[in-house]
């Protein structure tokens, strides 16, 4: 889905080029999420209060984690894409428009149509498509809805236990940092509140 009519002329006037965008099938997913943590990190260190120092990231420290483990049994990943964006019309999406992309998984409609919400973070899309392509195969996540700097997933498979959650955090705040630093402040609070058990992982870069 995208925005609705007051949107849509901006983004078709300038804001998607596709053809600044590279192939997600040119990048690894953990390659990806490994640099994008270190970054965050790195940020994260230079602007923490050293009262507060390794606050942020615990249970983690410096070094990648590694990617999370594969979801557990999942839902129908269609159903729950209906589901999620039933959900989002009205609260979160006012007037919302379908849009068909010729895209060969849902994972890469974000590099298909050459959008620019995450250019603050990463200025070729196409490198978070390679974690969502990641994300597709050991969640059932789906793309169901994109707006200037928001993005918003199904999520068949979530994580089910406290350590599932963390794991998945840690991903989450490499690929989105402003997740942790703009509303959970600790990546221990957001896998407790944002992540268990949730169906619909929402992203937004300031």
Request: proline share 10%.
């Amino acid at each position: 889905m995208a925005p609705a009519a007051p949107g849509r002329a901006q983004w078709w006037g300038g804001e998607l080029d596709p053809g600044m965008v590279s192939d997600p099938g040119d990048h690894r997913a953990e390659d990806v999420l490994q640099a994008l943590w270190e970054s965050a990190v790195s940020e994260t260190e230079e602007n923490e209060d050293e009262e507060d120092s390794g606050e942020t990231i615990a249970p983690f420290t410096g070094p990648w984690p590694g990617l999370a483990p594969v979801g557990g049994a999942p839902a129908d990943p269609e159903t729950t894409a209906g589901n999620v964006a039933d959900a989002l019309i009205g609260p979160w999406l006012e007037g919302p428009r379908l849009a068909l992309v010729p895209a060969g998984r849902p994972a890469d409609v974000p590099a298909a149509i050459g959008w620019s919400g995450p250019v603050n973070h990463v200025n070729d899309v196409a490198r978070l498509c390679a974690v969502l392509r990641s994300w597709e195969d050991r969640f059932g996540a789906r793309v169901v809805a994109l707006s200037y700097a928001r993005l918003d997933l199904s999520v068949a498979a979530p994580p089910q236990s406290p350590d599932e959650a963390l794991a998945v955090a840690a991903e989450h705040f490499a690929f989105c940092p402003d997740n942790v630093w703009q509303g959970y402040e600790s990546i221990r609070r957001y896998a407790e509140q944002a992540l268990l058990g949730n169906a619909h992982w929402t992203f937004w870069w300031d």
